[in-house]
């Protein structure tokens, strides 16, 4: 019997958790600079996109990520980017590794057909 996977769902939202990487990194005019916009674009990156907030563009996350590379010994930036990534992101998906000829032979088994071993001259 498979086992269930059990998904941990974040314990706050993304936008409050890109907040704290924001003031991590240096606050809003820092984070402003390094994606190469206003600060009142990022102030809205903090608040809810239900009320009257933006969800960050992927290409300014990148950007703030490629600054949190930069700042290795900043502890509280590296918690912060911890949990945007972990949290958000790579706990949300699973990955599965399956043989390469148990693949084959079940696609094979699919379509009703036989596969003929090869044979190397």
């Not at 402003?32 to 608040?47: G, H, N, Q």
């Not at 032979?105 to 090869?118: H, N, P, S, T, Y």
């Amino acid at each position: 019997m498979p086992t269930q996977l059990k998904l941990s769902l974040p314990t706050r939202p993304f936008h409050l958790a890109i907040g704290a990487l924001i003031e991590a990194i240096g606050g809003y005019k820092v984070a402003a600079r390094i994606c190469l916009v206003t600060p009142i674009t990022v102030e809205k990156w903090k608040e809810s996109p239900d009320e009257s907030g933006q969800v960050i563009p992927v290409k300014h996350l990148q950007s703030l990520l490629t600054a949190v590379g930069e700042q290795l010994e900043n502890h509280a930036v590296q918690i912060a980017a911890d949990e945007v990534m972990q949290e958000h992101f790579l706990n949300l998906y699973h990955r599965r590794c399956y043989p390469t000829e148990k693949v084959f032979a079940f696609i094979d088994m699919l379509q009703g057909q036989e596969r003929k071993a090869v044979v190397n001259d």
